[in-house]
């Protein structure tokens, strides 16, 4: 498995303001996805952190409201653009290590709990 | 496109009972299949999983027999402890490696 940290753990932020959240891994991993839990809900896919390439965003989500940078194989940030209420989610940063018989497995970070006022 | 149903929650039970949580998928191909654990105020954790058919993951007393031709990935308990009381979500993945999320189903364990 690996080690997945993420920065802040929290916040409570003002609407029309941005938040950039940090995700460290203590190896490097292939894969690294960004998925957002809202309130009482489940998990959704934000996007696909690519190294040395832009992200692949799923259906619903876009660059300009969730810009996102790999610079490396162990290091990724999510931004939250201009953000309103509704914005209001857990995002929670995964990686698959990719090799081997883990290969297809997704392990996650501790989430990053964000309320918008 | 590929899916995973949940059977809806609050699930109650008295400490020691048995546990079940069904999750059926619908899926092309032979993904693999999941299943997480959210414990209140964390993170995901990955319980166990199976990668092909009739295959048993298990772990920590649960386990989930990978059902190729009910297309289900049930999880079991025998005796449940109020420490596993959480959320669990089943998953599958879906290539180019992203896993889709069951809906989650809340497990209240009263002593």
């Known amino acids: 498995s690996a080690v997945i940290s993420q920065k802040p753990s929290r916040d409570i932020c003002q609407r029309g303001t941005s938040l950039t959240i940090q995700c460290q891994v203590d190896?490097?991993?292939?894969?690294m996805f960004w998925y957002r839990q809202q309130p009482g809900q489940s998990l959704t896919l934000i996007a696909t952190?690519?190294?040395?390439?832009?992200?692949?965003?799923e259906s619903g989500f876009v660059i300009d409201k969730f810009p996102i940078s790999r610079p490396n194989l162990t290091f990724s940030t999510l931004t939250v653009s201009n953000m309103s209420p509704e914005d209001s989610s857990i995002y929670l940063c995964?990686?698959?290590?990719?090799?081997?018989?883990?290969?297809?497995?997704?392990?996650f970070g501790p989430g990053t709990r964000l309320t918008v006022l | 496109g590929n899916s995973v149903t949940q059977m809806e929650g609050p699930v109650t039970l008295s400490e020691e009972a048995f546990l079940t949580i069904n999750c059926t998928y619908t899926?092309?191909?032979?993904?693999?299949l999941f299943w997480y654990v959210q414990y209140p105020g964390e993170g995901l954790q990955l319980l166990l999983k199976?990668?092909?058919?009739?295959d048993k993951g298990s772990n920590k007393g649960f386990e989930a027999t990978y059902r190729k031709e009910t297309t289900s990935f049930h999880l079991e308990k025998g005796s449940v402890q109020v420490s596993d009381s959480a959320v669990y979500f089943c998953?599958?993945?879906?290539?180019?490696?992203?896993?889709?999320f069951g809906q989650g189903t809340t497990l209240q364990v009263k002593p």
């Open positions: 995964s990686v698959r290590p990719g090799q081997g018989p883990a290969a297809d497995t997704q392990y």
């Open positions: 899926a092309t191909g032979y993904p693999s």
């Open positions: 199976a990668t092909k058919a009739d």
């Open positions: 190896s490097q991993v292939t894969m």
């Open positions: 998953a599958l993945s879906d290539p180019p490696g992203k896993l889709i």
């Open positions: 952190a690519n190294q040395g390439s832009e992200a692949t965003y």
